[in-house]
């Protein structure tokens, strides 16, 4: 049986990834291409590549990487009265 945990931060990182991979390969491949069939066929082609990398790195540095955002978060609102 798969524990909740493990399950949750494999479906955080499946959406993460997935959203992060979408967007940015869509944003970047319309600023190349602009509105066109290409750009569409360019960005389903950068999404499937995009999104196993993105993937893979937040599996490795997901959890690191919100562990210094929340030191990073703490200390900015100690900062501010």
């Known amino acids: 049986m798969i524990h909740r945990k493990h399950v949750q931060r494999l479906s955080g990182s499946l959406v993460m ?3 992060m991979s979408m ?6 491949s319309f600023l190349e ?10 960005w389903g ?3 499937l590549i995009a999104l196993p990398i993105a ?10 990487l919100r562990l210094l955002s929340g030191k990073l978060a703490d200390k900015a609102a100690s900062a501010w009265p």
């Open 17 to 19: 990834s997935s959203f």
């Open 23 to 28: 967007s940015l390969s869509g944003v970047f």
């Open 33 to 42: 291409f602009g509105l066109s069939l290409q750009w569409l066929q360019v």
């Open 45 to 47: 082609h950068s999404i």
């Open 55 to 64: 993937f893979s790195l937040d599996m490795v540095f997901g959890d690191k």
